[in-house]
């Protein structure tokens, strides 16, 4: 029994949420548009209520697409998501910008790699001859011993 009163009570609880939540407002709004609908047909010959309810209908779609974040566009009615211009277009000038700073990072790393190469190559070269001096040193060292000996 317990169970019962319980799940009745939730039940309850969830429907008057709903009605609170969802129905009322909506109830609301029904009013509106019942205001604004009886105000724009009172004076209208019966001729012009159909091209009044479709621009009525018609607002209150544009209406929707520009609060959910969409933009129509053009003389075709072209409809598609809004996105600013402006931010891409800083976006943008930003990425080259960066692309440009990477860019004469990379020429100067290119000259320092081939400064540095340069420079082993001299001390490759340098290196060689005192070899070969150190070589000719021995050489002359060994024949000045052997002719004292």
């Known amino acids: ?6 799940y009745t009570c939730c039940t309850q609880a969830i429907a008057v949420t709903f009605v609170k939540f969802f129905l009322e407002p ?3 709004i029904g009013e509106a548009v019942n205001r604004l609908v009886t105000a724009a047909f009172d004076d209208l ?3 012009l209520w159909l091209p009044v309810f479709i621009l009525i209908v018609l607002l209150i779609v544009l209406a929707m697409f520009f609060t959910s974040g969409y933009r129509v566009r053009g003389w075709l009615w072209n ?3 809004h996105r600013p211009v402006e931010p891409l277009r800083e976006r943008i000038r930003q990425l080259e910008e960066e692309r440009e700073a990477l860019q004469a990072e990379r020429q100067d ?3 320092q790699l081939a400064v540095e190469q340069q420079q082993r190559t001299e001390h490759r070269a340098r290196l060689d001859e005192l070899q070969v001096r150190r070589l000719q040193l021995e050489k ?3 024949i000045i011993t052997t002719v004292d000996h």
């Open 1 to 6: 029994m317990c169970c019962v009163c319980l």
């Open 109 to 111: 790393l290119q000259r």
């Open 26 to 28: 909506a109830g609301h």
């Open 140 to 142: 002359c060292s060994h």
């Open 79 to 81: 409809i598609e998501p």
């Open 45 to 47: 010959p019966f001729y």
